[in-house]
């Protein structure tokens, strides 16, 4: 996330993070100067937990619209493979994404097996109707 804000060098910039594990750890680095600059202008990122698998992110209806509103991210990258492009996950993903903005997140080739798929990494823009359209 810390990568994410020194590229962009933007004050009106937004980066947040969401995962199930890890986000006290994640915030105590963000937050030490040792280890991540501030350098930048754009702000600390943030952290919290939500789940892309679950419908609105499992996240009750205030803290949806305040920390995910939708289609309100320019680039919003999944570290976890969905089941497909028609899956609610990917569904949920893409509805962050402006128009004009970026989706990358690896979609399963196969069935899952053992709650593991092998993926292709895959980059998609979200086009004037809302529709996700892949971009070689």
Do not use: W
């Not at 993070?17 to 030490?32: C, E, M, P, Y």
């Not at 040792?34 to 202008?41: G, Q």
């Not at 991210?73 to 962050?96: C, H, K, M, T, Y």
């Amino acid at each position: 996330l810390q990568a994410f804000a020194m590229l962009s060098d933007n004050p009106r910039s937004r980066i947040v993070g969401i995962d199930l594990h890890g986000v006290q750890s994640a915030r105590k680095l963000l937050s030490d100067p040792s280890t991540a600059t501030r350098a930048s202008s754009t702000p600390c990122p943030e952290v919290f937990v939500a789940d892309v698998t679950k419908e609105d992110f499992g996240l009750d209806d205030a803290d949806l619209h305040r920390l995910l509103p939708d289609a309100s991210f320019d680039i919003v990258n999944l570290g976890v493979a969905v089941s497909g492009e028609d899956s609610p996950a990917f569904e949920r993903a893409i509805g962050l994404v402006r128009i004009g903005g970026v989706l990358t997140a690896p979609v399963c080739d196969g069935p899952a097996e053992g709650g593991r798929c092998q993926a292709t990494f895959r980059k998609y823009e979200r086009d004037e109707e809302g529709r996700a359209m892949l971009v070689d």
